[in-house]
């Protein structure tokens, strides 16, 4: 079972910009974010696979940037120019041997 830790959500104003951290308790092929606003299905934001090959929903492209640290199990999410619409908890992903994992999410919060 892998156990995701996601930190850095927070409040912000828009405009602005954070940087989420997931820490995996092993090595995971795939890992990435995905996030759910209120009233609303769980949406991808991206993936990055080990050797860095990432994946973005066309809607984030541009704004949003994921990277990773292998030899730490963490994957990151930078997060710019934030809009209220960003507003959403958002979940930490993993998957390994064909299994998918999740972490229990962070809160991110855009003010107007």
């Known amino acids: 079972q892998v156990q995701l830790v996601e930190s850095g959500g927070g409040l912000v104003q828009a405009g602005g910009s954070l940087r989420l951290s997931c820490a995996a308790s092993?090595?995971?092929?795939?890992m990435g974010w995905y996030r759910q606003a209120p009233g609303k299905q769980r949406e991808l934001v991206g993936t990055?696979?080990?050797?860095?090959?990432?994946n973005y929903a066309d809607s984030m492209k541009g704004r949003f940037t994921i990277s990773r640290v292998n030899a730490k199990n963490t994957v990151y999410l930078q997060m710019d120019s934030l809009k209220p619409e960003d507003t959403a908890v958002y979940h930490c992903?993993?998957?390994?041997?064909?299994?998918?994992?999740w972490g229990q999410g962070t809160q991110v919060t855009v003010s107007s």
């Open positions: 992903y993993a998957r390994k041997f064909s299994r998918d994992f």
């Open positions: 092993e090595s995971c092929f795939n």
């Open positions: 990055i696979t080990s050797d860095g090959t990432t």
